[in-house]
């Protein structure tokens, strides 16, 4: 009897050790690798969404959502090596916009991949790299065999036949608790879930963009000087724009981009997705219109974006990026020349109620100081309704993009000294997962004059754009 409860004791206890262990092994699996990212082909826009094989291998699904006009039409998609041809293609409607699908693509091996997306014109290559899965750590094999022992020692010592040999009941008995034991220890000498984590906390000072790059939404303008030790890699990224044939007003030219390392002149192909692209491109043209669009990478270092400039002149482009390994965000800047009659800039009108896209929509930028911390909200509204409706876009519930004053004191896109910056209202959704009717940015403008601000939302699968003039006044000169 005393052997058998003796038993059902270490029982108990083995239970229990094997309840605490999976809760403290659950936070040692790898986070199931999902990206999601945005893909402006020449013909389409879609956002994919990844999600890596947690093994290692095997199916891996892409969701594709069309954006935009969405035209009917397909494109395919395969899970490749790098740089080989796609082989058995899965073909996916894309249209219309908002509606998603999914596509069961399968790798069979860790290491580096592309996802090929072809829409017929161009074979989009989204790098990718699958992890190995992480291997059980010795501590949890411990708890597993330990609890095992416990629960085989325990059942044993409760067999009928083993009832009445008492020395043998002891004997199972004596087993469990050497495996609860075990288990036991290995839980409390395991390494703290915190510490196994890698931790993220100390990001390496951002590396400068080549010339006037600035990005507000991480925290005002660059610093003018690079980070002392430039890791091999990380370093600046030269962009370097062209065109087949030379861009002209009112028609499509696809605009080529090759990112070279500013120190070294490798070509640069470890760019991150951050914020759900791996280039987030404005190209600003003379007449003060943006296109905020995310090319794609049809070769290592080499992307390409499908424009059709609406006037002629010389347009701003900039880059956003981060390397991979580097932490750094940065703007690189070049321009596009387009042959044609130049437009006068439209002047955008300043904070207020405007139209656009069948919305009412009240900017509102209180004292705008220089070097201060500025609220700019958007309001939106349509048909005397308060518009909730607005989608995330990239993440966020809405985009401002900022370029500041030339040395001719107003918004010159070619000009090194317009300052460009791109802020996030990273406030939450509502309970419908959408936005609206305020979205709401903070930005320091870092000098007095004329800037030109582009509000971003997206509804109906389409981004708004709200072109806003502000001036921003000098800071009172403050008493010696
Ligand atoms: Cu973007």
Redesign the pocket.
């Known amino acids: 009897m005393i052997a058998q409860r003796t038993a059902a004791l270490l029982v108990l206890l083995g239970a229990l050790a094997a309840l605490v262990a999976p809760a403290a092994f659950a936070h040692e699996s790898t986070p199931t690798g999902v990206t999601r990212l ?1 893909l402006d082909l020449p013909t389409r826009e879609l956002q994919l969404t990844i999600t890596a094989p947690p093994e290692g291998e095997g199916r891996m699904p892409v969701v594709v959502l069309p954006r935009g006009d969405a035209p009917p039409g397909e494109v395919t998609l395969a899970a490749v090596r790098p740089g080989a041809a796609p082989v058995d293609p899965v073909a996916v409607p894309v249209a219309p916009a908002g509606q998603p699908r999914e596509v069961a693509l399968t790798v069979d091996a860790p290491g580096a991949w592309e996802i090929a997306v072809a829409d017929g014109a161009t074979l989009a290559r989204v790098p990718l790299t699958i992890a190995a899965p992480e291997p059980t750590p010795g501590w949890v094999w411990a708890v597993r065999i330990g609890a095992l022992l416990g629960v085989v020692g325990l059942v044993a010592a409760l067999t009928p036949s083993v009832r009445d040999r008492p020395r043998l009941a002891l004997g199972l008995g004596a087993v469990a608790l050497v495996g609860v034991t075990i288990a036991v220890t290995a839980v409390a000498t395991a390494p703290s879930t915190t510490a196994a984590a890698p931790t993220q906390t100390a990001a390496p000072a951002p590396v400068t963009a080549p010339p006037a790059g600035g990005h507000a939404g991480h925290g005002g303008a660059a610093p003018s000087t690079p980070a002392a030790p430039m890791p091999p890699t990380g370093g600046g990224v030269v962009v370097t724009a062209s065109t087949a044939t030379p861009a002209s007003a009112g028609a499509p030219v696809d605009l080529a981009l090759d990112l070279t390392d500013s120190s070294t002149g490798a070509v640069v192909d470890d760019l991150a997705v951050h ?3 791996l ?4 190209i600003i043209g003379p007449d003060g219109s943006l296109d ?3 090319p794609v990478r049809t070769a290592p270092g080499h992307y390409v974006v499908r424009l059709t400039p609406a006037t002629g002149g010389r347009y701003g482009v900039f880059a ?1 990026m981060e390397r991979a390994g580097d932490g750094g965000h940065q703007v690189a800047r070049t321009a596009l020349e387009v042959t044609g009659a130049p437009a006068a800039a439209a002047p955008a009108p300043g904070p207020g109620v405007r139209e656009v896209a069948g919305m009412q929509v009240d900017v509102a930028v209180p004292a705008a100081v220089a070097g201060r911390p500025t609220a700019v909200t958007a309001t939106f509204g349509a048909g005397g309704r308060q518009v909730t409706d607005l989608q995330g876009w ?1 993440g966020m519930a809405g ?1 401002l993009m900022v370029l500041g004053p030339g040395l001719s004191g107003t918004p010159d896109p070619v000009d090194p000294a317009s300052a460009f910056g ?1 802020v996030h209202d990273m406030g939450p959704a509502g309970p419908a997962g959408t936005y609206g009717p305020r979205i709401a940015f903070e930005h320091t403008f870092p000098r007095a004059g004329r800037y030109r601000l582009w509000v971003q939302v997206q509804r109906d699968w389409r981004v708004v754009t709200v072109p806003v003039t502000v001036d921003v006044t000098p800071a009172p000169a403050t008493a010696p």
Not at 279 to 282: E, G, K, N, S, V
């Open positions: 945005e914020d759900d692209a280039i987030h491109l404005a905020h669009v995310h956003e990239l985009h791109h």
